[in-house]
């Protein structure tokens, strides 16, 4: 029992050498063992070595079984993965088994061979009915994974939590918010998980009020204040433009990641408070909490809201330093930074000159520009950019005559605004009618 204890410690902190070594010293390992030993190589992605240990091991057993097809399905070999699934005896197939092979093709987005072998199982568990509906939200096929949620008698917490956070994660808040009034209908109480998603989506909802409810029900019932939800608390105070509560919250934190830190910047990004959200852009570094894109993506919004130039540039060339790479949207941050800045120019060959191919954002948002800035000659520029690049690829194409033609009228040019009207009505495009939203109380 010590030795295989040991065997499996050194597995699990990745040094499978000293687990090799007590695992070959010991003269009477036993299936447990060899378990240990297998798991060990599976859990530092040495599949080959965990095989040709599988293939010396005399006595196999359910786990020993399992722990190849999962560490297969882990490494993204489900060919391996199916091929020992199909040689395991019939007696040593259990309902775990079927459900790691489930998981392992669910977890690699083929929800096709997922469900083949989801409705060949005899019996199923609550995980495994989880599994389905959380691989069919992730690909977003919400309809399907709301039919396996109603094909169910009988649910758990485990259960209506993927129903929720799949609804959050693909946009269907409001869904979201009855499916958790409903939940509490069927007595079941709310976890961490939960609270975490709903949180979310009274965030993306702007539902303070509800929100407040939430943080409510978190104190009475005593939830567990893990960093999930104390995230979520401070983004949805902070996307609802409660910064005093979110910033409340977030200094109130013991341990702060990299999450945090973007909730906190990006909040104040959103709402307008660009310098502050440039201040605790400086205080997380000095924190050692290293960014990510998000972060970085933040701060060049706040700076391109709140004109700071200086600091954006600061902030765009330190991505290199953090190791990340800028894509198409810290590009088009920073181009529209320029572009509001005046400095049409130098967003003009940043534009031409970086590594991808700018989209309907970038070009729109310089062509804005032009039009605040009112400098037709490099709207002239930008749509000539436009037909260079892609011939009916860029889908705007239609938007960008009209603010030319805008451009042009704002400057009195009023024969060069008719003639982009009548090139844009010769090409068949038609100008999208505007419309309002009004919500009824």
Same mark, same amino acid.
């Given at each position: 029992?010590?030795?295989?204890?040991?065997? +499996?410690? $050194?597995? %699990?902190?990745? !040094?499978? *050498?000293? =687990? /090799?070594?007590? #695992?070959?010293?010991? &003269?009477? @390992?036993?299936?447990?063992?060899?378990?240990?030993?297998?798991?060990?190589?599976?859990?530092?992605?040495?599949?080959?070595?965990?095989?040709?240990?599988?293939?010396?091991?005399?006595?196999?057993?359910?786990?020993?079984?399992?722990?190849?097809? +999962?560490? $297969?399905? %882990?490494?993204? !070999?489900? *060919?391996? =993965? /199916?091929?020992? #699934?199909?040689?395991? &005896?019939? @007696?040593?197939?259990?309902?775990?088994?079927?459900?790691?092979?489930?998981?392992?093709?669910?977890?690699?987005?083929?929800?096709?061979?997922?469900k083949e072998m989801f409705e060949k199982m005899t019996k199923r568990n609550f995980y495994i009915w989880s599994v389905m509906i959380s691989g069919y939200f992730k690909k977003g096929d919400v309809d399907k994974a709301r039919g396996i949620f109603y094909r169910m008698s009988e649910r758990n917490l485990v259960v209506w939590n993927s129903l929720i956070s799949g609804y959050v994660q693909n946009g269907m808040c409001e869904e979201a918010m009855e499916a958790?009034?409903?939940?509490?209908?069927?007595?079941?109480?709310?976890?961490?998980?939960?609270?975490?998603?709903?949180?979310?989506?009274?965030?993306?909802?702007?539902?303070?009020?509800?929100?407040?409810?939430?943080?409510?029900?978190?104190?009475?019932?005593?939830?567990?204040?893990?960093?999930?939800?104390?995230?979520?608390?401070?983004?949805?105070?902070?996307?609802?433009?409660?910064?005093?509560?979110?910033?409340?919250?977030?200094?109130?934190?013991?341990?702060?990641?990299?999450?945090?830190?973007?909730?906190?910047?990006?909040?104040?990004?959103?709402?307008?408070?660009?310098?502050?959200?440039?201040?605790?852009?400086?205080?997380?570094?000095?924190?050692?909490?290293?960014?990510?894109?998000?972060?970085?993506?933040?701060?060049?919004?706040?700076?391109?809201?709140?004109?700071?130039?200086?600091?954006?540039?600061?902030?765009?060339?330190?991505?290199?330093?953090?190791?990340?790479?800028?894509?198409?949207?810290?590009?088009?941050?920073?181009?529209?930074?320029?572009?509001?800045?005046?400095?049409?120019?130098?967003?003009?060959?940043?534009?031409?000159?970086?590594?991808?191919?700018?989209?309907?954002?970038?070009?729109?948002?310089?062509?804005?520009?032009?039009?605040?800035?009112?400098?037709?000659?490099?709207?002239?520029?930008?749509?000539?950019?436009?037909?260079?690049?892609?011939?009916?690829?860029?889908?705007?194409?239609?938007?960008?005559?009209?603010?030319?033609?805008?451009?042009?009228?704002?400057?009195?040019?009023?024969?060069?605004?008719?003639?982009?009207?009548?090139?844009?009505?010769?090409?068949?495009?038609?100008?999208?009618?505007?419309?309002?939203?009004?919500?009824?109380?």
């Amino acid at each position: 029992m010590v030795g295989t204890s040991l065997v +499996d410690m $050194y597995g %699990k902190c990745r !040094d499978v *050498v000293s =687990a /090799r070594k007590m #695992f070959d010293f010991m &003269p009477n @390992g036993n299936a447990v063992t060899w378990n240990a030993m297998i798991g060990g190589y599976i859990k530092n992605g040495d599949t080959k070595s965990a095989n040709i240990l599988f293939e010396k091991m005399a006595g196999k057993t359910s786990v020993t079984w399992n722990e190849m097809i +999962d560490g $297969y399905a %882990k490494s993204g !070999d489900m *060919v391996m =993965a /199916r091929q020992v #699934f199909n040689n395991v &005896p019939e @007696g040593l197939k259990t309902v775990v088994t079927w459900t790691v092979l489930v998981d392992g093709y669910a977890s690699h987005g083929d929800m096709e061979a997922a469900k083949e072998m989801f409705e060949k199982m005899t019996k199923r568990n609550f995980y495994i009915w989880s599994v389905m509906i959380s691989g069919y939200f992730k690909k977003g096929d919400v309809d399907k994974a709301r039919g396996i949620f109603y094909r169910m008698s009988e649910r758990n917490l485990v259960v209506w939590n993927s129903l929720i956070s799949g609804y959050v994660q693909n946009g269907m808040c409001e869904e979201a918010m009855e499916a958790f009034k409903r939940m509490q209908v069927d007595c079941f109480e709310p976890d961490e998980v939960t609270i975490a998603s709903i949180l979310s989506a009274c965030a993306q909802l702007g539902q303070l009020d509800v929100g407040k409810e939430i943080h409510e029900m978190i104190v009475s019932k005593r939830i567990a204040l893990n960093e999930f939800v104390l995230n979520g608390l401070a983004d949805m105070y902070a996307k609802c433009g409660d910064l005093s509560q979110a910033r409340l919250i977030f200094e109130q934190m013991s341990f702060k990641n990299y999450a945090a830190w973007n909730v906190l910047i990006s909040g104040f990004a959103i709402n307008g408070h660009c310098r502050e959200a440039v201040d605790f852009f400086s205080r997380m570094e000095k924190s050692k909490v290293k960014p990510d894109e998000v972060t970085f993506l933040s701060v060049l919004f706040a700076c391109a809201h709140g004109g700071l130039v200086e600091e954006g540039l600061d902030a765009f060339y330190k991505m290199e330093k953090y190791g990340l790479t800028a894509n198409i949207k810290h590009f088009g941050c920073l181009v529209d930074l320029l572009a509001r800045a005046g400095k049409l120019q130098e967003a003009f060959d940043l534009v031409k000159e970086m590594p991808v191919e700018p989209n309907d954002t970038i070009l729109g948002a310089l062509l804005g520009a032009c039009r605040i800035h009112s400098n037709t000659v490099m709207a002239e520029r930008v749509l000539e950019l436009v037909g260079k690049l892609n011939s009916g690829c860029i889908s705007n194409d239609d938007a960008h005559y009209v603010l030319l033609s805008n451009i042009y009228a704002a400057s009195e040019r009023w024969q060069k605004a008719e003639g982009i009207r009548v090139v844009f009505s010769n090409k068949g495009l038609e100008k999208a009618p505007g419309c309002s939203t009004v919500m009824v109380i």
